[in-house]
């Protein structure tokens, strides 16, 4: 890839100070008075994160011939995401990268699954703030049949638990779609 460089330094330096740029947002772990800040994580830090995950899978036999991880061990590997984006994403201080709330370690000790999944919902949602197209994507539809069954079914059975889960993007989504307005 071409130095930023080489394109001027004015372009350079806007470019850089596009890419230097984050947004924290603070975010207290459920259930307790531990407030972190939150950032999105990079592209480099995503895929260490799925490269570290296969190679853990793959030792201890989760992984088929094919390099996909065994149906039985998919919602571990989604738990494992959640909790490692979690990781990295939070931070003790807003701006200070060298600082995380908690090791890895320390996540998966301390805070239960449910903890770990309402992070992960706070992290796709900022994700989902973040993106510029998010706005765009809700008009055009982000659910399948799949999960609007699904949703559909949770709202009967009143599990909150499972409409959480799908984050703010899709929710709104689905009651754009879905619902009728009370009268007023």
């Not at 259930?31 to 592209?43: E, S, Y």
């Not at 689905?174 to 009728?180: D, G, H, M, R, T």
């Amino acid at each position: 890839m071409p130095s930023l460089k080489a394109k001027g330094t004015e372009t350079a330096e806007r470019v850089a100070s596009l890419l230097g740029s984050r947004v924290y947002v603070p975010i207290t772990v459920p259930r307790t008075d531990v407030v972190g800040h939150m950032r999105l994580i990079g592209r480099d830090e995503v895929f260490g994160i799925k490269v570290a995950i296969r190679e853990k899978f793959k030792a201890a036999g989760l992984v088929d011939d094919r390099g996909r991880v065994l149906e039985i061990a998919v919602d571990d590997w989604n738990n494992e995401i959640a909790v490692r984006h979690v990781a990295l994403a939070m931070r003790a201080e807003p701006h200070d990268e060298a600082a995380p709330l908690a090791p890895l370690d320390q996540w998966r000790a301390e805070c239960d699954d449910e903890q770990i999944a309402s992070l992960w919902g706070d992290y796709c949602d900022l994700r989902d703030r973040l993106d510029p197209l998010g706005d765009e994507s809700i008009l055009r539809g982000v659910l399948d049949a799949g999960d609007i069954e699904t949703m559909r079914a949770a709202v009967k059975k009143k599990e909150p638990s499972v409409l959480m889960s799908y984050g703010s993007r899709k929710l709104a989504s689905f009651i754009l779609s879905s619902a009728e307005l009370p009268a007023v």
